[in-house]
Each structure stands twice: as structure tokens, then as C-alpha cells.
């Protein structure tokens, strides 16, 4: 399996502009994560899906941010308008159920000028 | 104070020395796991454990569920073992993986 697919790898933006954040998760995994990591705020859950639907989406920082999951095979996060302090690495996991082991993908490392 | 705390936050050994990172918490859990994140930031999960011991090649975790404490070891350490280590809970109340702040390993050739 190749594990969780995240794209870009790498995105930089100007403020104002629209992101958007792509996961795959692995084959037969029910339950989506995403998290994403600063320094000063280590990694902070964003939203989480089981079986495509949002389970909890309290960790999303505000209404800039959104996240579907259109299927059991990919994810976007999107962040419109952006703005330099969500410069951050975006990670993205999937487990087999909520409550199993998760399995993270490579990141996307999101600079905002 | 935080839901899970980790010690040391940082730790410097010399190649060849048994390495023991500990982690505590103070919710109910349903399990706990254990992740390393290398210097160019991918997280590899290692163990998730609800009870006892498992053994991974050089890495071993524990738990101990009355004490609410888990400990990672890793035995004759290497500089590729450089990374942070970070501890996480799922609490029973729900499935929101609670983090460590990390424990910063080098291990010096």
C-alpha cells in the first residue's frame, strides 16, 4: 500500500489567496484526520471524518477553514482567504476505525507571505 | 496542567545507551500510542497499546493502565534514532487523540 497520499508537498501563497490541501487516505480506512503542526502550538486536530462524514470539526480555527470528504478516497481541506499565520505543516492520517492506530501521511508544508 | 506530559523534553545520549522516555496522563483512555517525527517532519506511528507490552526490533513500549504511565525504550540506540518521540492518548470519552508536548532524542555517534 502507499500509504497516505498528501498533495502539494509544498505551498507557498500569498495572503488573500485560496489553498487547498489534498489527502488520500489508505485503501479500507474508515476514519480521516486532519491535523496541523506549528511550533508554537504543536500538532492541533482540525477536523475528523468516519465513513466520509465530519464527526467533530471543533478544532477548525475559524470559517476560513473548511474540509469534505466527497469519498472514501479523498479529502480536501481548503483555507480561503488565507493568511500568513496559517503558515503551518498540514498533516493529514487515517486509521481503520476512529479508535485504531493512525497512519499519518508526508505533510504539506503551507507558507502564507 | 496538561493531559499528558512527557519527560524528559529533551535527551542527549551517546550511540550504544539504553534510552527510556516516559509519558504520564491523567484521563481514562482507550489506548495510547506512541509516534516519531524525524528532523524532516514525517510522523511514523510505532506502537499503540492499551495494556502490557509490545516489542518493535530495538524499541519496546509499556503500559501500565492503573498508573496511568507509559515508557518507551529503545535498547542500543543509533544517531538514526534522532527524532521526536511523542506520546498520545485516545481518551474513552471520546476519539480525539490528546498530545504530548514530545520528547527531543539525539543520540550522538
Known amino acids: 500500500d502507499a500509504g497516505v497520499i498528501q498533495s502539494p508537498r509544498h505551498e507557498v501563497t500569498e495572503m488573500g489567496q485560496e489553498v487547498t490541501l489534498r489527502c488520500k487516505p489508505i485503501?479500507?480506512?474508515?476514519?480521516l484526520f486532519w491535523y496541523r503542526q506549528t511550533m508554537m502550538r504543536g500538532l492541533e486536530l482540525l477536523i475528523y471524518?468516519?465513513?466520509?462524514?465530519?464527526?467533530?470539526d471543533s478544532g477548525m480555527p475559524e470559517d476560513r477553514f473548511s474540509a469534505k470528504m466527497p469519498n472514501a478516497s479523498f479529502s480536501t481541506l481548503k483555507i480561503q482567504p488565507s493568511e500568513p499565520r496559517d503558515s503551518a505543516v498540514y498533516f493529514c492520517?487515517?486509521?481503520?476505525?476512529?479508535?485504531?492506530?493512525?497512519?499519518f501521511g508526508p505533510g504539506t508544508r503551507l507558507t502564507v507571505t | 496542567k496538561n493531559e499528558v506530559e512527557q519527560s524528559p523534553q529533551n535527551l542527549t545520549a551517546q550511540e550504544g545507551e539504553f534510552i527510556t522516555i516516559n509519558c504520564s496522563y491523567s484521563?481514562?483512555?482507550?489506548?495510547l500510542h506512541w509516534l516519531q517525527q524525524h528532523p524532516g517532519g514525517g510522523i511514523v506511528s510505532l506502537f499503540m497499546?492499551?495494556?502490557?507490552?509490545k516489542k518493535h526490533g530495538r524499541l519496546i513500549a509499556t503500559i501500565n493502565i492503573q498508573e496511568k504511565h507509559s515508557s518507551l525504550h529503545i535498547t542500543a540506540s543509533h544517531p538514526r534514532d534522532s527524532a521526536v518521540y511523542i506520546c498520545?492518548?485516545?481518551?474513552?470519552?471520546?476519539?480525539?487523540?490528546?498530545w504530548g508536548a514530545g520528547t527531543k532524542l539525539i543520540i550522538k555517534p
Open positions: 492520517a487515517s486509521s481503520r476505525f476512529m479508535d485504531y492506530e493512525q497512519y
Open positions: 485503501s479500507g480506512h474508515n476514519s
Open positions: 471524518f468516519n465513513n466520509n462524514v465530519p464527526i467533530d
Open positions: 484521563v481514562g483512555i482507550s489506548a
Open positions: 497499546l492499551s495494556s502490557g507490552k
Open positions: 498520545a492518548v485516545i481518551p474513552d470519552s471520546n476519539y480525539q487523540l490528546i
